[in-house]
């Protein structure tokens, strides 16, 4: 139930009931890349919630535009516009939650590690930003490859003296939401009943959904395990491909991502059971960072969810230790690159 509740559906209950009384709540979100493909309809989507009461809009260009279209909505947040890392510090102070999807996309033929020259140095500068403006702010990263920006963003944290692995979230929502239409499509399921727990971390054959521990509980084929599996894998591929040169996901991870906003900020609401998939430090396995359900809490992550990874079928043990030496080496990636730079 507590999955449900996470779900748009939700906002728009609560979107109502904000149009007849003030906002339930005040909170302040910032999202960095705001004008790109995946800002513009993720600052929409987050304009709608009832508990937000400012929204940050920071970019490097175009976001002026972008900020004056979305005050028009009569929902309660306030839109602020910033451009450029000169107005960066005044995005920052405040808030609650900073939203990162600043950062080039794929084109067809690139993996997710060929952003890596581009990204790493964008998510850097935009974290050393939030740690000396909004150290105690929840951070979700969307920047790919989140398996090494994520790491990334740890190290600058720490060096900044204000690392909380609690409040550092690689944002893998849009696994979940894949898997999740993917297998009530496969299975004639109504959808808002379906939740898949995704571990692993966001690129390739690190992308593990638990097709096992699917609610409500339905049984694979062996070949429906594989498929779905591939198809959950390369969904990123499949949309990169589809727009052949025009960039990745944008909107199925803009509403991917406002999901995630929402839970989280439910969360320092003081809800209780709130739950999501997120790429985050982790002791579930020998590697720092792993994706899987986390409760989420007023000081961010609560607990890391175990129970998903007890009773593996022979099929999802066996690609978990595949994928292990590929997510290893990215978040190593990700730690040189801040440290040598240090
Ligand atoms: P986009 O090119 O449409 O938009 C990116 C935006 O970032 C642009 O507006 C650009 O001006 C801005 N930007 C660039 N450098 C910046 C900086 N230093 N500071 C602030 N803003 C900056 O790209 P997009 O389609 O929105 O994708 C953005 C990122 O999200 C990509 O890296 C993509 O791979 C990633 N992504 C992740 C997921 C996920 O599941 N985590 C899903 C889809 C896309
Ligand atoms: C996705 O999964 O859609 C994103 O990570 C974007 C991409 O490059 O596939």
Known sequence: AALLASSIPKVQQSQRASNQFQPQASFKVAVLGAAGGIGQPLALLIKMSPLVSALHLYDIANVKGVAADLSHCNTPSQVLDFTGPLELANCLKGVDVVVIPAGVPRKPGMTRDDLFNINANIVKSLVEAVADNAPNAFIHIISNPVNSTVPI???????????????????????????????????????????????????????LPLLSKTRPSVTFTDEEVEQLTVRIQNAGTEVVEAKAGAGSATLSMAYAAARFVESSLRALDGDGEVYECSFVQSE??????????????????????????????????????????????????GVAFVEKRA
């Open 153 to 207: 963003a740890a190290e600058v944290l720490k060096q900044k003296g204000v690392y909380d692995p609690k409040k550092l979230f690689g944002v893998t929502t849009l696994d979940v939401v894949r898997a999740n239409t993917f297998v009530a499509q496969q299975k004639n399921l109504k959808l808002v009943d379906v939740d898949v727990p995704v571990i692993g971390g966001h690129a390739g054959i690190t992308i």
């Open 284 to 333: 579930l396995t020998e590697l720092p960072f792993f994706a899987s359900r986390v409760e989420l809490g007023k000081k961010g992550v609560e607990a890391v969810i175990s129970a998903d990874l007890h009773r593996l079928t022979e099929y999802e043990a066996k690609a978990l230790e595949a994928l292990k030496p590929e997510l290893k080496a990215s978040i190593e990636k």
